[in-house]
């Protein structure tokens, strides 16, 4: 079964930056994409970014396209967010997800907080 393991949350000031990391592991970890996602308190979950892991291709939600980077290092099996020109309104606890060909992003991470002061 695979776990992924959230970090790199944290208190930063607007347009500051911050790397989060999400680390797989089990037997067996081939996930067709890799995903971001945020829930602000009283908001619902919303997409963040995401990548295909053997591909690299990336999606972005408006919001975030030109500030956020999303990459990842196969080897180890280790997804990034890289966050830059952070805004208040980016404050939200963040979440890792996977999901296989065809599927939704099922499995999930326990999220780290993100906290932006203006």
């Known amino acids: 079964q695979v776990q992924l393991v959230e970090s790199g949350g944290g208190l930063v000031q607007a347009g500051g930056s911050l790397r989060l990391s999400c680390a797989a592991s089990?037997?067996?970890?081939?996930?067709?994409?890799m995903g971001w996602f945020r829930q602000a308190p009283g908001r619902e979950r919303e997409f963040v970014a995401a990548?295909?892991?053997?591909?690299?291709?990336?999606n972005y939600t408006d919001s975030v396209k030109g500030r956020f980077t999303i990459s990842r290092d196969n080897a180890k099996n280790t997804v990034y967010l890289q966050m830059s020109s952070l805004k208040p309104e980016d404050t939200a606890l963040y979440y890792c997800?996977?999901?296989?060909?065809?599927?939704?992003?099922?499995?999930w991470g326990q999220g780290t907080q993100v906290t932006v002061s203006s």
């Open positions: 990548i295909t892991w053997r591909g690299g291709m990336t």
């Open positions: 997800a996977s999901r296989g060909f065809g599927r939704n992003f099922d499995t």
């Open positions: 089990g037997r067996t970890f081939s996930p067709y994409a």
